[in-house]
């Protein structure tokens, strides 16, 4: 398993402004809660320089939803001194999006660092190196600029122990990490015959690693 970051040029196909760039600001995609091959939600901090209150934004809503093509948005918090809100945003995926996410399978996944910029979007994607090829040919065909940023082997650089892989990949498979949770710590502890504290150590360990991997350049 590798981590991959990639730049994806959509200027050209003019899908930042349509599908998910916002008032010409960037998004700092803080947490990805679900995704498919229709769509996306996640949680991304938003940076204006013309703060504006909340209830100003409720007012146009609709007008949001229609011009960017979210499903459903909400502004969980908002900081008028640094000029930033916390939203939670469901999109509808552009149809590039659902031609990769074909191709992927329950050994890839999206991941963060994730930044969508006005010609440009930063994603994380852990996968086989297969799946990478098979993806990046996809872009290739369809004329697509892109950039590997990093590439790091995962099970070489953070050293999950079998146990560990074991664990993970089966909490990945079974719906742990998504939201609503299909599958539950203590369901897993039964699978797997241990106590429910052997889980909840054995995951965050690994979580920790993983996370510490991946924003390590950005420390």
């Given at each position: 398993?590798?981590?991959f970051v990639?730049?994806?040029?959509?200027?050209g196909?003019?899908l930042?402004a349509?599908?998910?760039?916002i008032?010409?600001?960037?998004l700092f995609?803080?947490?990805?809660?679900?995704y498919?091959?229709?769509?996306?939600?996640?949680m991304?901090?938003l940076?204006r320089?013309?703060?504006?209150?909340?209830d100003?934004i409720?007012?146009?809503?609709?007008?949001?939803?229609?011009?960017?093509?979210?499903?459903?948005?909400?502004?969980?918090?908002?900081?008028e001194r640094?000029?930033t809100?916390?939203?939670?945003?469901?999109?509808r995926?552009?149809?590039?999006?659902t031609?990769?996410y074909?191709l992927?399978?329950y050994?890839?996944f999206?991941?963060t660092p994730?930044v969508?910029?006005?010609?440009?979007?930063?994603l994380?994607?852990?996968?086989?190196?297969?799946?990478?090829s098979?993806i990046?040919s996809l872009l290739?065909?369809?004329?697509?600029?892109?950039?590997?940023?990093?590439?790091?082997?995962?099970?070489?650089?953070?050293?999950?122990?079998?146990?560990?892989?074991?664990i993970?990949?089966?909490?990945?498979k079974?719906?742990y990490?998504?939201?609503?949770r299909?599958?539950?710590?203590?369901?897993?502890a039964e699978?797997?015959?241990v106590?429910?504290?052997?889980i909840?150590?054995?995951?965050?360990?690994?979580?920790?690693?993983?996370?510490?991997?991946i924003?390590?350049?950005?420390l």
């Amino acid at each position: 398993m590798k981590l991959f970051v990639v730049n994806i040029d959509m200027a050209g196909l003019g899908l930042p402004a349509k599908y998910f760039h916002i008032h010409d600001k960037v998004l700092f995609v803080s947490r990805i809660l679900k995704y498919d091959g229709q769509r996306i939600a996640y949680m991304a901090e938003l940076k204006r320089n013309d703060f504006v209150e909340m209830d100003e934004i409720n007012k146009k809503r609709e007008v949001i939803m229609e011009k960017y093509n979210i499903e459903d948005f909400e502004i969980i918090d908002s900081d008028e001194r640094t000029e930033t809100y916390d939203v939670l945003i469901i999109q509808r995926m552009p149809e590039l999006f659902t031609r990769i996410y074909s191709l992927m399978d329950y050994s890839s996944f999206i991941t963060t660092p994730m930044v969508i910029g006005k010609e440009k979007i930063m994603l994380s994607v852990i996968s086989k190196e297969q799946t990478a090829s098979m993806i990046s040919s996809l872009l290739d065909d369809l004329n697509i600029k892109y950039e590997v940023l990093r590439k790091v082997n995962l099970s070489r650089e953070i050293k999950f122990n079998p146990r560990q892989m074991e664990i993970i990949t089966v909490a990945i498979k079974k719906g742990y990490y998504e939201i609503p949770r299909k599958i539950k710590m203590n369901h897993l502890a039964e699978e797997f015959g241990v106590s429910i504290t052997v889980i909840e150590r054995v995951l965050r360990k690994a979580e920790s690693m993983a996370i510490y991997e991946i924003f390590k350049p950005y420390l």
